[in-house]
């Protein structure tokens, strides 16, 4: 094979100068079933993608949080259920914002968890 042909082709496949990538890691805590902002980005979201975990560390037994993922308000895809004492990966795109939202949550045991992103977007 010539060098020179795979030399182009990997340039052509794997521009990195279009590209930034973000990684954020961010503990979240609410005491209410309201929904909870836990990402919003100032880009548009068209050109986002994202891969993650997110985490359930404390609240009520047997309660669950749901992870919803929206572009300027309206919903991206299906909503995640995350169990207490559990975690979820994702790949998502075309998103910048994502709200959780707790089944129960009190003053006095309040939804816990945590969110960790790696975003991909294109800067010029």
């Known amino acids: 094979m010539d ?4 030399g182009e082709h990997w340039n052509n ?3 990195e100068e ?3 990538q973000d990684c954020v ?3 979240w805590r609410t005491t209410s079933t309201t929904p909870l902002i836990v990402y919003i980005s100032n880009l548009d979201g068209d050109n986002v993608f994202a891969s993650g975990v997110f985490k359930y560390t404390n609240g009520f037994d047997n309660s669950f949080i749901t992870i919803t993922f929206l572009h300027n308000g309206t919903t991206i895809g299906n909503p995640i259920e995350v169990c207490l004492d559990s975690c979820v990966t ?3 795109s075309k998103f910048n914002e994502i ?4 089944s129960a949550a009190s003053v006095d045991l309040p939804a816990e968890g945590e969110i960790h992103l790696t975003i ?3 800067f010029r």
Do not use: G
Request: glycine content about 0%.
């Open 3 to 6: 060098n020179k042909h795979t």
């Open 13 to 15: 496949c794997n521009n």
């Open 18 to 20: 279009d590209f930034v």
């Open 25 to 27: 890691e961010c503990v």
């Open 90 to 92: 994702f790949t998502i």
């Open 99 to 102: 709200r959780v939202t707790p």
């Open 120 to 122: 991909r977007y294109p």
